[in-house]
């Protein structure tokens, strides 16, 4: 029997609202329907986190802002022999894989103590390299230069009895200890009085290693006082 056509729009209205009134009991009967509930969050949809809800950050990544005339800085050391360490300060990367300035061994910035300007980034090799290379660059070091040190692989083995002392002049407590493929981050400075603060070891354990062969990766931030033009040398106040 051929349905009349008034009557099979209402059908189709019928639908229309039954179709609805069905959607509405799964997805919430808030105003708005199911569809826009879903696209605007409501009823459990996933939304992004805003700038309110995010925790928010400072520079190099830091949970707080630095006082007045402190430095921000976050060191991470290389990951076993694939992943690069890096060096940040003021919101500024100063070593990482990325920049291609960094090496199997130690990675060190000198940064002005005073201005926390950069003044010079190298790596050295401390499994296959000339220690002596190493020495020449802190033997020289002028007073009130931070010294910031993230390893990457071995950071030991070339590493002698001057080198050991010449870190813990300039703050270091386990420049002594370290050992083959033991990972370390450390900042210090030249003419820094006690130890500094700011320093990790992580030592090379088969039976604790994260990494086949190697520790786990280290990470460190913190805020280091800017030293005043003309001081004398720095005192225990972090650095």
């Not at 609202?17 to 509405?24: E, H, I, K, N, T």
């Not at 003021?90 to 003044?119: P, Y």
């Not at 981050?185 to 992580?202: D, R, S, Y």
Request: proline residues 6%; aromatic residues 8%; charged residues 25%.
């Amino acid at each position: 029997m051929r349905i009349p056509g008034p009557f099979r729009v209402l059908v189709v209205l019928l639908l229309v609202v039954l179709s609805w009134l069905v959607g509405s009991a799964l997805f919430g009967g808030e105003s708005g329907s199911p569809l826009i509930n879903f696209f605007t969050g409501k009823r459990g949809a996933s939304v992004e986190p805003t700038s309110e809800t995010r925790p928010r950050k400072y520079k190099c990544g830091l949970s707080a802002p630095c006082p007045p005339k402190h430095l921000a800085f976050r060191l991470v050391s290389g990951a076993a022999n694939v992943i690069g360490p890096k060096i940040c300060l003021e919101d500024k990367i100063l070593v990482s894989s990325v920049m291609n300035n960094v090496g199997r061994g130690l990675n060190i910035a000198l940064v002005n103590g005073v201005t926390g300007e950069l003044m010079e980034s190298k790596s050295f090799d401390m499994w296959a390299g000339d220690i002596t290379v190493l020495l020449k660059f802190l033997r020289v070091l002028h007073e009130g230069t931070l010294v910031l040190v993230a390893s990457w692989d071995d950071a030991a083995t070339k590493m002698d009895d001057e080198a050991r002392r010449l870190f813990e002049e300039l703050g270091s407590s386990v420049a002594k200890k370290l050992a083959f493929r033991d990972t370390w981050v450390f900042v210090g400075a030249k003419g820094i009085e006690n130890k500094t603060p700011f320093e990790q070891l992580m030592k090379n354990n088969k039976n604790t290693n994260k990494y086949e062969g190697w520790p786990e990766s280290l990470e460190m931030d913190g805020c280091i006082p800017l030293r005043p033009p003309g001081a004398r040398p720095l005192e225990q106040e972090g650095v």
